[in-house]
């Protein structure tokens, strides 16, 4: 989810960037489910690597094609509300028609960048291992269709969208919940991605229009990106004296703003950026959104409830965030 999540914040940039630029528009909910199925299929078949995967794809199309239709067929067995199996089914009919559109380019742009930088901070530690697929990316990365995206956002030069996405990537190694010891860590990136996809649920079983239900997933894959700053810092620390949750609160803003939004300086998207990052739950939209935030933490709560030895306090942080959901 980490990979997955990333990709999408590359994305979604690489987007605003372009779009302001030539006024060439993305469907950002397009985007979404390109990360959403993405990660589906490294659920199903998370054995093999990336670099695999593509050799696969390049050597025996036909092979991989029936990988990605035994996925599509696996997630089309759930038990879903009729709309969104509606919306999975007709999503999935678009990826088995092995069509090449803008949507499609600008995904896999992401997930060369965050492989990219995978592969590069790995290689600090393993040069002999990553520097071959180090190499591989930046050719890659190179490719004709590509060449907008690389235009705003290149990996071998010194930008401030690379600057404001290498700040985000921060978030694969900030976990949630880190006093306790977990069973199964968490990463901040990869709670954004479970709340944004709790949230496209919610949001069509209301009934939501896509460019509501887009909305909600921004907030959802913004919300906590100012931890890639703070840190995750718990409830009951900011409980612990009068007046520092709202204090934190405040160093938080200006941190994002000095460390952060600096690099977004000048655009014309840097409001709404600075709104989905600093105040995302402000309307009724954002309160939607915040349930999805609380059942993300509920879930959590519960798969360590039941498989952890500490289960105990796990119980206690669930039926906190339970409350929290009958007020929301």
């Known amino acids: 989810m980490d990979h997955g999540a990333f990709s999408l914040h590359v994305a979604y940039l690489v987007a605003d960037l372009v779009e302001e630029k030539t006024g060439r528009k993305f469907d950002k909910l397009d985007l979404f489910k390109r990360a959403l199925f993405s990660v589906f299929f490294s659920c199903a078949y998370s054995d093999i690597s990336s670099d695999v995967k593509a050799r696969v794809k390049q050597l025996r199309p036909d092979i991989y094609a029936q990988l990605c239709h035994k996925m599509h067929k696996g997630v089309l067995s759930w038990k879903l509300p009729k709309n969104i199996q509606a919306d999975l089914e007709a999503f999935t009919v678009k990826l088995n028609s092995q069509t090449r559109d803008a949507e499609a380019d600008l995904f896999s742009y992401g997930k060369l960048v965050s492989a990219y930088y995978e592969a590069l901070f790995n290689a600090r530690v393993y040069p002999e291992v990553y520097t071959g ?39 694969e190694s900030a976990f949630r919940w880190n006093r306790l010891k977990r069973s199964y860590p968490v990463s901040v990136m990869s709670h954004l991605f479970i709340v944004a996809t709790l949230s496209y649920f919610l949001f069509k079983i209301e009934g939501k229009s896509d460019e509501d239900v887009t909305e909600a997933i921004l907030r959802s894959m913004y919300h906590d990106v100012p931890e890639a700053i703070t840190g995750d810092i ?59 935030d609380h059942l993300c933490a509920f879930l959590e709560a519960r798969i360590e409830e039941i498989d952890n030895p500490t289960g105990e306090q796990f119980k206690r942080s669930r039926e906190y965030v339970a409350l929290k959901i009958r007020e929301g």
């Not at 030069?157 to 600057?163: E, G, I, L």
């Open 133 to 171: 697929p180090i190499e591989v990316i930046r050719q890659r990365l190179k490719e004709p269709r590509f060449a907008d995206f690389r235009a705003v956002l290149d990996v071998e030069k010194d930008m401030k969208s690379v600057r404001f996405i290498l700040s985000v990537r921060r978030l």
């Open 234 to 292: 718990v409830t009951p620390t900011k409980k612990a004296a009068v007046g520092l949750e709202e204090l934190i609160t405040e160093i938080e803003e200006e941190f994002v703003l000095e460390s952060m939004l600096v690099h977004l300086e000048g655009h014309s998207f840097e409001p709404v950026y600075a709104q989905r990052l600093l105040t995302p739950w402000g309307d009724d939209l954002g309160k939607l959104v915040k349930q999805a």
